[in-house]
């Protein structure tokens, strides 16, 4: 392993954002295409309001990702719903199925949906100042379930990998979903 500089960056506890940033990943509602259940609701939002940004990730710039690393970086979720279901990440596992994952609760209110391979759901809900552990072999995605923006920090091994697949196809075997006013979890029915 080549020697590389200690460095620092700014996390600016208002907005989330990193401060110097590597590239930023921005994900719109087009870029979610088959993620939310109501296809009509989404189709409704694109026709009418545009193709909204649902959230954005700042990622510490510079780090390789190489094991031995650490990336990590924030990530900001907008307050809304596509027909009931609250704005959330697409989700991944990691392609190296035995690396773990640390998220730090910034500001606002989320949940934290894990899930294993045989579809087995934990739902933990996160708020400023909450630490989670996404141990290995668990699939992540996070949800707004707040009315301001939801932020929190993430930290991961260099050499973990994302893998969308499984998720991209059939979701998470249950949704949170806004009924009357309720953060809700029901089940997913297109998981099968
Ligand atoms: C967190 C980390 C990142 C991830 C991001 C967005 O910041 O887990 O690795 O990329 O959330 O999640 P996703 O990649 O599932 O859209
Ligand atoms: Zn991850």
Same mark, same amino acid.
């Given at each position: ?32 295409? #088959?993620?939310?259940? &109501? ?6 939002? *694109?026709?009418? /309001? =545009?193709?909204? !940004? ?39 596992? #990691?392609?190296?199925? &035995? ?6 609760? *910034?500001?606002? /209110? =989320?949940?934290? !949906? ?79």
């Amino acid at each position: 392993m080549t020697l590389m500089q200690p460095f620092k960056t700014v996390l600016d506890m208002q907005t989330g954002a990193l401060q110097p940033t590597g590239p930023i990943i921005q994900r719109h509602l087009s870029d979610m295409q #088959h993620m939310y259940l &109501d296809q009509e609701a989404y189709a409704q939002i *694109l026709a009418v /309001e =545009g193709d909204r !940004l649902i959230y954005e990730v700042y990622q510490a710039p510079g780090v390789p990702e190489v094991a031995g690393q650490i990336l990590h970086g924030t990530t900001i979720i907008y307050p809304g719903c596509v027909g009931q279901e609250f704005h959330m990440t697409k989700g991944h596992f #990691h392609a190296q199925r &035995d690396r773990a994952e640390v998220y730090v609760g *910034l500001k606002g /209110e =989320g949940h934290l !949906l894990l899930q294993t391979e045989d579809g087995v759901v934990e739902d933990m809900p996160m708020r400023p100042g909450t630490v989670a552990y996404i141990p290995p072999l668990w699939a992540h995605r996070t949800v707004n379930t707040g009315e301001q923006p939801f932020s929190f920090l993430s930290a991961w091994p260099g050499d973990a990998g994302h893998d969308y697949g499984a998720i991209e196809k059939m979701g998470f075997a249950k949704l949170l979903v806004d009924q009357g006013g309720q953060v809700t979890l029901v089940d997913n029915p297109r998981f099968l």
